[in-house]
């Protein structure tokens, strides 16, 4: 039975959401921009394409234990609660602020994105990018703040035309017959470095690309039937995401080969231009835009259900529960646009999304162990969903997921640093705000 409570948020999300969340809040420009990087550092097409696959095959694993925890967990929030059950309050308090910062800094980087795009199509704008990216985080916030259905609703509507668009490009691509490109010379990026390095550097680029997978799971609370919808639109998402980033790799080099796409900014308009010709840019344009303002849509809606999920447990303002008539988290959305408000307004995000992306690992790393030990300490617990493959397949995970940070913080030293502070001070606020929570 549904509870009616004002601070409760209301249960009705179902599949096709799940779906298109899933899939709004992962295609973006990665897959457009990423083939140029990769093929710079790989220059066999079937060792890249085996790269994505790869890539995909983690993320299919990852969907497996975030469903058997967001089922055991149905709460908003997602990794937060997960960690919180496993490892006590600390551990789930700098899980959740990871989590949240992560989704946090998303909508203003991607309005800034969207602006710059729009400046491309209608140049008489370029003095005003700021405006423009200010006046999208405001739409949103205001569509979002009128309700959760209005919200899911251009989530499912935005996806469909992302999906639609690049099956448009793809179906272009394999109907090219123009004249053949000459592959253009340049030195083996297996010789540059060694193949094991160019491949893990290539991985943790389509990784980067596959981030916002797990984003089903911080609904659960609002969904139907979590038990049965969550893993359904977990898998199902995730296949559609795997499919056309294999099928769109495989379009490019229809078209060019390896050597001509190596270190190209933006493969995806090279490609567009010798099918469409000048109009090329155009096309790729209005793709990236359709899918910046799908990613946008979904990242308004994921921190504040990790803020929600956190004020419950006091680790954030009391009013963070507030929830309107429409089932939107208000406090917590507003609060959020404010921060995004602020980061536009600065404009600096380079040190911010670096340090996103680790902390995004550094979750995905305590949810993979989180698995393991409930598994042991909590082996009672309803599992409505079992990760298939466990432990085998979790143990995977948290190697890969090792790997991957070990790669971060090599090539990254600066965000490791920054993170490292942050836990230093990190325990005296968690005491703080859990004393204040306990005396009221």
């Not at 990087?37 to 234990?65: M, Q, R, T």
């Not at 840019?281 to 835009?289: E, K, M, N, Q, R």
């Not at 089932?327 to 602020?342: D, H, M, N, R, W």
């Amino acid at each position: 039975m549904e509870n009616n409570s004002p601070n409760h948020l209301k249960k009705i999300l179902g599949v096709s959401f799940g779906i298109a969340i899933l899939i709004g809040g992962t295609i973006g420009v990665g897959i457009l921009r990423t083939p140029g990087a990769i093929a710079g550092l790989l220059d066999n097409h079937w060792l890249i394409i085996s790269c994505w696959i790869l890539g995909g095959i983690y993320v299919l694993l990852g969907c497996g234990a975030y469903s058997e925890l967001a089922t055991m967990f149905p709460k908003a929030g997602g990794s937060y609660n997960y960690v919180k059950h496993a490892f006590g309050n600390y551990f789930g308090f700098i899980t959740g602020w990871f989590d949240y910062l992560t989704c946090a800094i998303a909508p203003a980087f991607f309005c800034i994105v969207i602006s710059e795009y729009l400046v491309l199509l209608v140049p008489q704008w370029e003095n005003h990018t700021t405006i423009i990216a200010i006046a999208f985080l405001l739409g949103f916030t205001l569509l979002h703040a009128s309700g959760t259905k209005n919200g899911s609703l251009v989530q499912k509507i935005t996806s469909v035309i992302k999906i639609l668009l690049f099956v448009i490009l793809i179906m272009a691509c394999f109907s090219y017959s123009g004249v053949e490109i000459a592959p253009i010379k340049k030195s083996s990026g297996l010789l540059e470095s060694s193949i094991i390095v160019s491949f893990f550097k290539s991985l943790q680029m389509v990784l980067g690309t596959y981030d916002g997978w797990h984003g089903v799971s911080f609904f659960a609370e609002e969904d139907e039937n979590p038990s049965k919808n969550i893993p359904k639109s977990m898998y199902l998402g995730v296949l559609v995401v795997i499919i056309i980033y294999v099928i769109i790799n495989l379009a490019f080099f229809y078209v060019l080969p390896v050597e001509n796409i190596a270190n190209s900014p933006l493969a995806a308009a090279d490609v567009a231009k010798l099918i469409f010709g000048k109009k090329g840019s155009i096309v790729v344009t209005i793709i990236a835009l359709f899918s910046i303002i799908s990613i946008l849509n979904a990242y308004m809606m994921l921190p504040s259900r990790v803020l929600y999920g956190m004020s419950r447990d006091g680790y954030f303002v009391h009013k963070g529960t507030i929830v309107n008539k429409g089932g939107t988290p208000i406090v917590a959305l507003l609060f959020s646009s404010i921060f995004g408000f602020i980061l536009i307004c600065i404009g600096t995000f380079e040190i911010l999304f670096s340090l996103a992306t680790f902390m995004s690992v550094t979750v995905w790393l305590l949810t993979y162990i989180t698995l393991i030990k409930l598994r042991i300490s909590k082996p009672d617990l309803p599992r409505p969903h079992k990760s298939w493959g466990h432990p085998l397949t979790t143990i995977i995970l948290i190697l890969s997921t090792i790997a991957v940070f070990i790669g971060f913080a090599y090539s990254d030293r600066n965000s490791l640093v920054i993170i490292g502070i942050i836990m230093l001070f990190s325990y005296p606020v968690f005491l703080l705000l859990q004393k204040n929570h306990y005396n009221k």
